[in-house]
C-alpha cells in the first residue's frame, strides 16, 4: 500500500513561513521525482515544485525566491519550505510521487498524498 502523508500545513499571516513535509512508504521503489501540487478553491490544480533523483528542481514562476523543495533520502522524506507567504499562496497542497514531474502538469504524479492546507491571512 502506497502513502504519502502530508504535515505542516496551518495558518499564517502574510510573510510568515511555513514547512511542509511529506513521508513515502510502500513504494517499494525510488520514484523518478516527486514534487508538491496545489489547489485552491474554485482554481485548477497546479504544479508548484518537483525534484527529481539528481536534486534538479522545477519551480512555479510564482513561487520562485520564496519556496524551496528538497528530499532526504534516508528518511524518505520531501519538504516545501515556504517563505515570505502571500494570500495568493492559499491551497490544498499536496504531495505527489511518479516520473517527468518536473513537467509540473498537474496530471502527471502517479501517487497522491492526501494533502494539508495552507491558509495565508492579508
Known amino acids: 500500500q502506497v502513502q504519502l502523508v502530508e504535515s505542516g500545513g496551518g495558518s499564517v499571516q502574510a510573510g510568515g513561513s511555513l514547512r511542509l513535509s511529506c513521508t513515502a512508504s510502500?513504494?517499494?521503489?525510488?520514484?523518478?521525482?516527486m514534487g508538491w501540487y496545489r489547489q485552491a478553491r474554485g482554481k485548477e490544480r497546479e504544479g508548484v515544485a518537483a525534484?527529481?533523483?539528481?536534486?534538479?528542481?522545477r519551480y512555479t514562476d510564482s513561487v520562485k525566491g520564496r519556496f524551496t523543495i528538497s528530499q532526504d533520502n534516508a528518511k524518505n522524506t520531501l519538504y516545501l519550505q515556504m517563505d515570505n507567504l502571500t494570500p495568493e499562496d492559499t491551497a490544498m497542497y499536496y504531495c505527489?510521487?511518479?516520473?517527468?514531474?518536473?513537467?509540473?502538469?498537474?496530471?502527471?504524479?502517479?501517487?497522491w498524498g492526501q494533502g494539508t492546507q495552507v491558509t495565508v491571512s492579508s
Open positions: 505527489a510521487a511518479g516520473w517527468f514531474l518536473l513537467s509540473l502538469r498537474p496530471n502527471q504524479p502517479n501517487h
Open positions: 510502500g513504494l517499494g521503489y525510488r520514484p523518478g521525482s
Open positions: 525534484i527529481n533523483t539528481d536534486g534538479t528542481t
